[in-house]
């Protein structure tokens, strides 16, 4: 049973910073690509980030290159989505999910997924 549960989301004024977890159990996360997914009322689920497990590549939507970084930590069985720059365009409930080894944008394609945290950015 894989299991995914976000945290760290909460309400930061644009420009500010935030640092979402994304704590994994029931399978190694070694061999699992993990991707981060954000979706507002009334709009597709959107692929925000991904970190494969293959070869170690990094995956960014045009929109947040630049501001996010996605990271891991195997160890701890812990993925982590820093957030910088934030602007009010951000503000959504964002999911991690996983997957077999290779990376994703499409929330299509990832078969276990976290209870999402939300993020509001507002002044």
């Known amino acids: 049973q894989l299991q995914l549960v976000e945290s760290g989301g909460g309400l930061v004024q644009p420009g500010g910073s935030l640092r979402l977890s994304c704590a994994t159990s029931g399978f190694t996360l070694d061999d699992y690509a993990i991707g981060w997914f954000r979706q507002v009322p009334g709009k597709e689920r959107e692929g925000v980030s991904c970190s494969s497990s293959s070869n170690g590549r990094l995956y960014y939507a045009d929109s947040v290159k630049g501001r996010f970084i996605i990271s891991r930590d195997n160890a701890k069985s812990t993925v982590y989505l820093q957030m910088n720059s934030l602007k009010s365009e951000d503000t959504a409930v964002y999911y991690c999910?996983?997957?077999?080894?290779?990376?994703?944008?499409?929330?299509?394609?990832?078969?276990?997924w976290g209870q999402g945290t939300q993020v509001t950015v507002s002044s």
């Open positions: 999910a996983a997957r077999p080894v290779f990376c994703s944008l499409r929330a299509s394609t990832f078969g276990s």
